[in-house]
């Protein structure tokens, strides 16, 4: 095996000792977040409980934040039913991700309107909405939250520092639009665990593996100590955890250059190691590196990698089985490496492996630490809801998740069952919308 590949091993990979000092860390992250202190972790209250699956209604839901934005009509059956959603599904426009707040509120009302306009909805009654933000927020009621920082890319102006509500509330009633209200707000991973409580009373975790990555958990409220209103409660809340921040995994010299050339250096270190939005331009800076090291044929040496890599092609390289590597060839054709060689194609593939597998065995250990964290010799079943294309759609992705978290596990490998909760994000924040009109 050729020798730089091996370094590349060995400093990607995650043996079980540096999982278990992980875990550690991850929980006393947690803890200090939750007390207020200075932690990676912000551990924002997400001001729900979790929900009984006896609650109804028909809710509209719009889920912003990842590469789509989809608006959903969700309808709430009781004793955990939820009928098939009606869902419209857009591509974000690049105004709504880098423009200004007017841009972005007005991409996300447009949409919503097109929708009940297409489904005919009846206009003349109050139309009760949740929303979906996937972004850290601070909230103080599950009808408000004001936005922390963007990640993902995002650099809309003029939103950092406001309540998201009442800025969409507000271009609702621009457009002539007041009935429609929004009900609650909450994060992807927060809609994730409510859609996988809501059917199944064992879920007590929701993780998006998308273009971000991030988690939620239930809290005993009387632990959040930073929250003196909060603490003095008995009962639970959802926890939206912002894992995506978490800065204690030590960084590989590629992992510094990708932080140093994105839209929010010095954050987010998690997110850069896990999620979609940035393992391709991992790829592509290893790929770089490895060209000018005079790893690769001289072919290679046309590669366009700015940006080169989607991670849907690192999952079809990946899967890619056949010995002469026909769809690896093609990739790198369209990216002006036409004549790669099959040693290029192979080396490309172990890159692709090394960093899927580095991505999966990180969000299996945060998944082992947050579940071991309320219980911690595993004495019961926990499900965890995943929603996120990584997680659905790349190429052994889910099983390498799973291995991980067995092998932390070893003999207690059954506690924790991750799930894919499809557009759990979405149905989610419908179920909150429920839960608040309800109070
Ligand atoms: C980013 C966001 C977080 C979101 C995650 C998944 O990490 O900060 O709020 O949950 O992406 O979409």
């Not at 060995?10 to 977040?33: A, C, P, S, Y």
């Not at 009302?109 to 009940?116: D, G, L, Q, Y």
């Not at 993780?207 to 005993?220: K, P, S």
């Not at 054709?333 to 899927?356: N, P, T, Y």
Request: net charge positive; glycine share 8%; aromatic share 6%.
């Amino acid at each position: 095996m050729n020798r730089k590949i091996e370094e590349l091993k060995k400093d990607f990979r995650l043996n079980q000792k540096e999982r278990r000092l992980m875990i550690g860390q991850v929980q006393k992250e947690m803890q200090l977040g939750l007390r207020g202190k200075k932690s990676s972790l912000k551990m924002l209250p997400a001001f729900v409980c979790p929900p009984t699956g006896d609650e109804k209604g028909t809710y509209l839901a719009i889920d912003f934040g990842g590469t789509n934005l989809r608006v959903l009509a969700v309808t709430l059956k009781g004793n955990g039913e939820i009928a098939e959603p009606k869902i419209c599904s857009h591509v974000i426009a690049q105004k709504a991700i880098s423009g200004t707040k007017d841009n972005l509120c007005d991409f996300i009302v447009e949409k919503v309107i097109e929708f009940i306009k297409l489904h005919q909805m009846d206009i003349s009654r109050e139309i009760e909405i949740g929303l979906t933000f996937s972004f850290p927020m601070r909230q103080k009621s599950i009808a408000s939250g004001v936005l922390l920082n963007w990640t993902k890319g995002f650099t809309t102006k003029g939103m950092v520092g406001k309540d998201v509500v009442r800025l969409i509330q507000k271009t609702f009633s621009k457009k002539g639009f007041p009935q429609i209200k929004i009900k609650a707000i909450a994060n992807d991973t927060v809609g994730t665990l409510l859609r996988g409580r809501y059917s199944n009373s064992s879920c007590d975790m929701g993780v998006i593996l998308g273009t971000g990555t991030n988690a939620a958990y239930i809290e005993r409220a009387f632990n959040i100590t930073k929250d003196k209103a909060l603490c003095n409660k008995t009962g639970l809340m959802l926890i939206n955890m912002e894992w995506g921040g978490f800065n204690l995994v030590p960084q590989t010299k590629y992992d510094k250059e990708l932080d140093l050339k994105s839209s929010n250096p010095g954050e987010q270190f998690l997110e850069k190691m896990v999620s979609a939005h940035y393992l391709g331009e991992l790829v592509s800076l290893i790929v770089d590196d490895f060209v000018a090291a005079g790893e690769f044929s001289s072919a290679m040496q046309f590669i366009q990698t700015k940006n080169c890599f989607t991670t849907q092609e690192l999952s079809q390289i990946i899967e890619d089985k056949h010995s002469a590597l026909p769809v690896t060839k093609k990739i790198l054709a369209e990216k002006g490496a036409v004549r790669a060689s099959q040693r290029d194609c192979s080396l490309l593939k172990e890159i692709a492996k090394i960093i899927m597998q580095r991505s999966a065995d990180l969000a299996a250990t945060m998944i082992a630490a947050v579940i071991k964290k309320g219980d911690c010799c595993s004495y019961r079943e926990h499900a965890v809801a995943i929603d996120g294309s990584l997680y659905e759609k790349a190429y052994g992705y889910k099983e390498n998740v799973l291995r991980t978290i067995n092998s932390i596990l070893g003999r207690k490998r059954k506690a924790i069952v991750p799930f894919v909760c499809k557009d759990g994000s979405g149905i989610g924040v419908a179920i909150a919308a429920a839960i608040a009109s309800k109070s």
